[in-house]
Nanobody, 122 residues
Framework: QVTLVESGGGLVQAGDSLRLSCAASGRTNSIAVMAWFRQAPGKEREFVAHSFWDTYGQYYADSVKGRFTISRDNAKDTVYLQMNSLKPEDTAVYYC???????????????WGQGTQVTVSS
């Protein structure tokens, strides 16, 4: 079992930056991929980015490419999402997820955090 806990959300203005954190605990050696998804009110859960847990390689949704960066600190069992140049359309609940293979589909991931709210005002 793996437990994921997100933090770092908040209310910011357009153009600001935020860094989300996702701390993993439990059987982290069973994780191969970490990902971030987001879900806005009335919309489906949307892929944001994923990264391999113990090797290099990241992939981003087109909507965040060049603005968001996923990174990890294996010593702390933590994955980050650095979000720059935030836009009102980035407003959503952001979820951290973990699984065995890379995918842009939320159903491919086994473990999920509780989510953290990011609100970007114009």
């Amino acid at each position: 079992q793996v437990t994921l806990v997100e933090s770092g959300g908040g209310l910011v203005q357009a153009g600001d930056s935020l860094r989300l954190s996702c701390a993993a605990s439990g059987r982290t050696n069973s994780i191969a991929v970490m990902a971030w998804f987001r879900q806005a009110p009335g919309k489906e859960r949307e892929f944001v980015a994923h990264s391999f847990w113990d090797t290099y390689g990241q992939y981003y949704a087109d909507s965040v490419k060049g603005r968001f960066t996923i990174s990890r600190d294996n010593a702390k069992d933590t994955v980050y999402l650095q979000m720059n140049s935030l836009k009102p359309e980035d407003t959503a609940v952001y979820y951290c997820a973990a699984g065995l293979r890379t995918s842009t589909l939320w159903k491919a991931y086994t473990y999920w955090g509780q989510g953290t709210q990011v609100t970007v005002s114009s």
